[in-house]
Structure formats: structure tokens, C-alpha cells
């Protein structure tokens, strides 16, 4: 069954597959991992707010994003973000704004609605007498939030921060369609440029297969390890 397989196809390309792609993978993930919790705090502190046009906005954000399928929201901003570069800086036409680009603004702006309703559940996880207590001793609303609530709360969800950047690690061969050369792009190129499909696409569920389990390993132990202290 497997004689006509040549594996060796995967050795050859590896520099490619994991200087290029991986590489690249990572980036994304890392920066619209950042980019998200940023964005996402905020969208959650709007929710919070005592100002119910601020908390309707931002629920209404998040219902949008979390109603629309990824592979749309890429496309989507793909094409639009150009128009809104021109409309921010009064250019007479669209601006290049390139697939890189692109495809980070998508995931930050997608991957916040998520993390924010992970950092929701974070601060009111938080018990209310302690804001009321940096109340009492003469913080304003922001230092209670920067100094007692959302280091609490950002160490309540790590882990499920944590899960939810591997579930984005797998998102982002999305960008094939924007026919980026992340990790499964650099492998789907490879396998048409020399007709191994089947061994090029078996490597790569085995390469995301393997990193997600050995992260998905850590933020189990990490878990365990945050609820001890406790």
C-alpha cells in the first residue's frame, strides 16, 4: 500500500517547511495572539463599563465576529482593508496593504472577540469587595483595574488563554487561500511542485498534531500547577 510513497520528499524540504513556514506560522500566531488579548481586554472592560452604549457595542462586536465563519473574516478584510487605509488617510485610491497584513488584522480582530470573553469571565471571576476596597483607599477605577483586577484575572485564565492561542496555532493555515507560504502553505506548494500529496499532507497533520499535544501537555500541567497554588 505505501511501496509508491517517497518520503523523502519531506527530508528535502524540511529547511523550507520549518525556516519558512513554521517560521512564519509562528509570527502570526504569536503577534495576533498579543495583538487579540490587547484588544480583547478592551472589548471586555467596554463590556463591563457602567455605560450600556459602550457594553451594547462591544456585545454586539462579539456576537458578529463569533457568528461569521474565519475563512469569510479573511477574505472579508483581505479585500476591505485596503479601502479603509484610503478612507484613513485620504489617499485618492486603495492602499497596499499586502497578505501579511491582511491576514494579522483579521486574526487580531477576530481572536479578540474570543479573548475577550475569556478576560470577561477572568475579572468578574474577581471578587467585587476588592475593587471596592482600592475604592476605599483612593484608586480610581483604572489603577484598581491595572494594578489589583486584571493581574488577578490574567492569572486565572492563562490556561484557557493559553488554549485558546493553540486553537488560533491551527487557524492560521487558513491563510492558504491568501496563498501565503505559511506552514501548510510551504507544504501544499511542495507536494503539487513534486506530486507528493499524500506524503507532504500526512507530514504536515503530524507536524501540527505533534505541537499541539506537547502545548496542549504544558498548559494541562501549567493548570495543575496554578491550581495547587492556590
Not at 37 to 58: D, E, N, P, Q, V
Not at 94 to 111: C, D, H, K, Q
Not at 120 to 134: L, Y
Amino acid at each position: 500500500m505505501f511501496d509508491n510513497l517517497d518520503f523523502d520528499v519531506i527530508r528535502r524540504s524540511l529547511p523550507y517547511l520549518f525556516l519558512d513556514g513554521m517560521t512564519f506560522t509562528l509570527m502570526l500566531t504569536g503577534l495576533s495572539a498579543l495583538g487579540g488579548l490587547i484588544f480583547g481586554t478592551l472589548i471586555a472592560l467596554m463590556r463591563l463599563s457602567g455605560y450600556k452604549l459602550l457594553g451594547r457595542i462591544a456585545g454586539l462586536y462579539v456576537d458578529f465576529m463569533r457568528s461569521l465563519p474565519l475563512v469569510l473574516v479573511i477574505f472579508w478584510f483581505y479585500f476591505l482593508v485596503p479601502y479603509i487605509g484610503q478612507w484613513l488617510t485620504g489617499a485618492s485610491r486603495p492602499i497596499r496593504v499586502g497578505a501579511f497584513t491582511s491576514s494579522l488584522v483579521t486574526f487580531i480582530m477576530f481572536e479578540a472577540a474570543y479573548f475577550s470573553e475569556i478576560m470577561r469571565a477572568g475579572i468578574q471571576s474577581i471578587s467585587r469587595g476588592q475593587p471596592a476596597a482600592a475604592s476605599a483607599l483612593g484608586l480610581t477605577y483604572s489603577q484598581s483595574m491595572r494594578y489589583i483586577v486584571l493581574p488577578q484575572a490574567f492569572r486565572n485564565m492563562l490556561p484557557v488563554l493559553l488554549t485558546q492561542t493553540i486553537v488560533l496555532f491551527q487557524d492560521t493555515s487558513l491563510v492558504y487561500v491568501l496563498s501565503i507560504p505559511d506552514f501548510l502553505g510551504a507544504a501544499s506548494k511542495v507536494a503539487q511542485r513534486d506530486g507528493r500529496l499524500v506524503e507532504m499532507y500526512l507530514f504536515a497533520a503530524a507536524v501540527y498534531f505533534v505541537i499541539s499535544c506537547v502545548a496542549s501537555y504544558g498548559v494541562r500541567r501549567l493548570q495543575a500547577r496554578i491550581a495547587i497554588v492556590r
